[in-house]
Every structure is written in structure tokens, then in C-alpha cells.
């Protein structure tokens, strides 16, 4: 089966650095995307890997390992906005996206 | 620009009542999703169409259809409601040219069946 895999929930800090891994079992590898979800609204667009290495992005970055099948996306001087869910999903051999459960991430002051 | 518009946000039904939940798109985006978010859960694709007049089941698509008769509009329909169609739906397009683009989400139906 596929799956993906990501923390329930995680707190941090503001101004702190955050990072938020994602591991994924999938039939087929076509690229990661990173999504962040504020509670009741949609889903937008963060981050896009499909080789290896770190794609950076202002404050977010995000780190793909096709061979272990792992990613993880870095928020840098964490703001109170970015209190949300960080959504990680796979484009697997067929072009579809699966996606993982979210983290929620709690920011403090 | 509007980008992806759905209606209702919001809408409560009995069961074994239908209901259409509108999608539509201005950015002239070839391929457009239907999918439900539950709580703990990933999104998970109803159907998906990759152009007007073609369709296709994605993950979970009992209980649900779906047509594209133009390229902006892609309604999803829902005939006998159950309770395990409460849920939040997100409808969401993007242009197909590259594989980076990202998918652009409406603003969701939050959905409850009683």
C-alpha cells in the first residue's frame, strides 16, 4: 500500500527554527509537494522536490532524499502566522498525489 | 482573477437527500480534483478530470459524480446522502503544463449528513 507519514503535531518557538519530516511508501516517485493549511481554510502551495537536495524558499526550505524516501520541510524565524498544517503529498506513478495526515504546528511566544 | 470558487461553504443535509456541490475555475486550468479531507486524515481524491468531457474515479468515489461539461466548471454531485459523507470538500485545479505546478484549492464545502 502507499502511505506517507509525517508528525501529528509539533510546538516550537517564535523566532525559532522548525523542522517537519515526512517519510513515504509509494508506488512510484514523481515529485513532493509541501502544502500549509491555516485551520478552516484550503490548502496552499509551499514547495515543489523532485531531485534531491534542498530547495530554497525565503524562510521555508524543503529537503528531499528519493532513496530513503524522506523529506523534510524548514520554517526559519518562526512567525505566529505560521501557526497551521504543513501537509506533505507525493505524486506517485499514475500523477496522482497522496497525501499524508498534516502536522500541526503550534507556534508560541 | 478568482481562482478556484466553490459553493456552498457550508450545507447540511438528512440522509438519503442529494445535493450538487459547485467548482469553478478562471485560470483556464486543464485539470481539476474533487477531494474529501476528514479529520486525522489525508485528502483523499474523489474524482478527477483532466479535461472538459473526460473523467475519472480517484480514490473514494462511491456515492459521489461527477461531470465537466466546460473546461471552468466541475461540479460534484451527491445522490442518497450518508453520514459517511460528512466531511470537507475541497475542489482544486491546476494548469497540467508543469510538473511543478501546484494545485490551487477552493475555499472548501464543510458538509455534515444527519
Known amino acids: 500500500g502507499q502511505n506517507i507519514d509525517q508528525p501529528t503535531e509539533m510546538t516550537a518557538t517564535e523566532g525559532a527554527i522548525v523542522q517537519i519530516n515526512c517519510t513515504y511508501q509509494t508506488s512510484g516517485f514523481n515529485g513532493l509537494f509541501w502544502y500549509q493549511q491555516h485551520a478552516g481554510e484550503a490548502p496552499t502551495f509551499l514547495s515543489y522536490n523532485v531531485l534531491d537536495g534542498l530547495e530554497e524558499k525565503g524562510r521555508f526550505s524543503s529537503f528531499l532524499s528519493r532513496s530513503k524516501g524522506y523529506s523534510y520541510l524548514l520554517l526559519k524565524e518562526l512567525q505566529m502566522k505560521d501557526s497551521a498544517s504543513y501537509l506533505c503529498a507525493v505524486r506517485d506513478s499514475n500523477y496522482q498525489l497522496i497525501w499524508g495526515a498534516g502536522t500541526k504546528l503550534i507556534i508560541k511566544p | ?114
Open chain 2, 1 to 114: 482573477n478568482a481562482g478556484v470558487t466553490q459553493t456552498p461553504k457550508f450545507r447540511i443535509l438528512k440522509i438519503g437527500q442529494s445535493m450538487t456541490l459547485q467548482c469553478t475555475q478562471d485560470m483556464n486550468h486543464n485539470y481539476m480534483y474533487w477531494y474529501r479531507q476528514d479529520p486525522g486524515m489525508g485528502l483523499k481524491l474523489i474524482y478527477y478530470s483532466v479535461g472538459a468531457g473526460i473523467t475519472d474515479k480517484g480514490e473514494v468515489p462511491n456515492g459521489y459524480n461527477v461531470s465537466r461539461s466546460t473546461t471552468e466548471d466541475f461540479p460534484l454531485r451527491l445522490e442518497l446522502a450518508a453520514p459517511s459523507q460528512t466531511s470537507v470538500y475541497f475542489c482544486a485545479s491546476r494548469e497540467g503544463q508543469g510538473e511543478s505546478d501546484g494545485y490551487t484549492f477552493g475555499s472548501g464545502t464543510r458538509l455534515t449528513v444527519v
